[in-house]
């Protein structure tokens, strides 16, 4: 397992998980900087390890989720000694009851990327010190959704302060999209921070740092183009009403919006127009890996799978905001005003209750797992500790939950105003 930096190397590891043993093979190609895992848990995690001496101590260095038998992943600095360790982890998602513990193992550190708090109410907070200060020092104005690109940077859509924040991979944050005075901005290509957004309270990002923006109080999906421009992609005549979620093809043939009662369904050729209808109150919304649209009721306490023609398939929460729970099956179980989906490659997913202040994880089976608890606080817990603590309160109204491009994950709370990141990278004492 120890090698001497050749231009290729191949190293056969021993994979050691909770449920599933598997002899995956490392090949790695130090002039294109990368390595192919082949043989691990498909669907499952894949953990580097690395040491200075084959007896370690062994450190993790990187994850990665695996969708095929063989992936491809970016190698770590392996030092300038000459000489390094290395051995895989190969985690298994799939069916049975390690899967979940397998899940939080992967996982480490809880912490706060943005947001100070303040006061938990309906205002614009927004101060234009904290423009280009860290982004843990900036007061938030009920932020409703937080999601990042490729390169890392996390955009927030700052609902009260009527603006879009970035925050950079060195946590500085600044303004991407709005004036943070409301108004109604024009529809033509504009630099983004000279036009005024209305409460906006979804957003999508494109891997490019492409953004699309619900500017829910103007009944306008916005585009900003990583350069920095705005322009009005669509209009929904009908308004968007409550609208929080919003969903955007890559090649924006197809877009979907959560409209209250209704999902709106968009494409160039036609209209934003009624796609599925009968919802209580809808929160968010994303395609699953199968590309199916899944949808969350918060006031109907359900998460339903959406299918081609806009018919629903209840998949979570019983619509009510007690009973079943931890270990239970998802469909038997209480999700006070879930609001918040996010779907991981093999299928299993993540569901946030607003009013239920909680982080549940949905498994392969439709097993529930709680993942995070909280309560009502309007604060933030368990800071720079290991995340998993189920009796501890840890968050506090939970509005959305995304995945960045490393696996980490982050989640928007309450209205004091936070975005709260999980680490992809196992807890280390």
């Known amino acids: 397992m120890g090698f001497r930096f050749p231009a290729l190397f191949t190293i056969g590891c021993l994979a050691i998980a909770a449920s599933t043993i598997a002899q995956p093979i490392i090949q790695a190609d130090r002039a294109r900087h ?22 370690g101590p062994w450190l993790p260095v990187q994850n990665q989720y695996i969708t095929e038998t063989a992936t491809v992943f970016p190698l770590p600095d392996l030092g300038t000694s000459g000489v390094a360790f290395l051995r895989g982890v190969s985690r298994d998602l799939g069916t049975g009851g390690d899967a979940f513990q397998n899940l939080i193992e992967a996982y480490g550190i809880l912490d706060t990327v943005a947001g100070a708090g303040g006061a938990p109410f309906d205002i614009n907070k927004w101060d234009p010190a904290f423009e280009g200060g860290p982004a843990t020092d900036a007061l938030l104005s009920n932020p409703h959704f937080a999601m990042a690109d490729k390169a890392g940077n996390i955009y927030i859509a700052d609902k009260q302060s009527h603006a879009i924040r970035k925050v950079s991979p060195d946590g500085i944050i600044t303004t991407a999209a709005g004036t943070s005075e409301k108004g ?24 490019d740092g492409t953004v699309y923006i619900l500017d829910t109080g103007n009944d306008k999906v916005r585009r900003l183009s990583p350069d920095g421009t705005l322009r009005t ?102 999700l006070l005003e879930v609001r918040g989906v996010w779907f991981l490659p093999n299928g299993s997913y993540f569901l946030a209750t607003h009013r239920g202040s909680q982080v549940w994880y949905v498994d392969v ?27 501890d ?35 280390i004492e």
């Open 233 to 334: 992609l669509f209009s929904v005549s009908q308004g968007v009403s409550t609208g929080r979620g919003i969903w955007v093809r890559d090649d924006e043939g197809l877009a979907y919006v959560a409209c209250g009662t209704t999902v709106k369904k968009w494409t160039p050729s036609k209209s934003a127009r009624d796609f599925s209808t009968g919802y209580a109150e809808l929160g968010n919304l994303v395609v699953d890996p199968g590309g199916n649209l899944v949808v969350t009721d918060r006031n109907g306490h359900r998460v339903y799978r959406v299918d081609s023609t806009g018919a629903q398939t209840p998949i979570a929460g019983n619509g009510t905001g007690f009973g079943g729970g931890d270990g239970y099956d998802a469909l038997e179980t209480g």
């Open 184 to 207: 109604n901005g024009t529809d033509k290509p504009t630099p983004a921070t000279e036009v005024a957004l209305n409460q906006p309270n979804g957003l999508w990002v494109r891997g």
């Open 393 to 427: 309160a840890r968050v506090s109204e939970v509005r959305a939950i995304t995945m960045d491009w490393q696996g980490n994950l982050l989640i928007t709370e309450n209205d004091a105003g936070f975005v709260r990141k999980v680490t992809f990278l196992p807890y």
């Open 34 to 55: 990368e390595a192919r895992l082949t043989g691990g848990a498909d669907g499952g995690i894949f953990t580097l390890e690395r040491a200075d001496q084959i007896t």
């Open 365 to 391: 089976d439709g097993i529930i797992h709680l993942f995070l608890h909280g309560y009502r606080s309007g604060s933030r817990r368990g800071d720079g500790s290991y995340f998993y603590a189920p009796q």
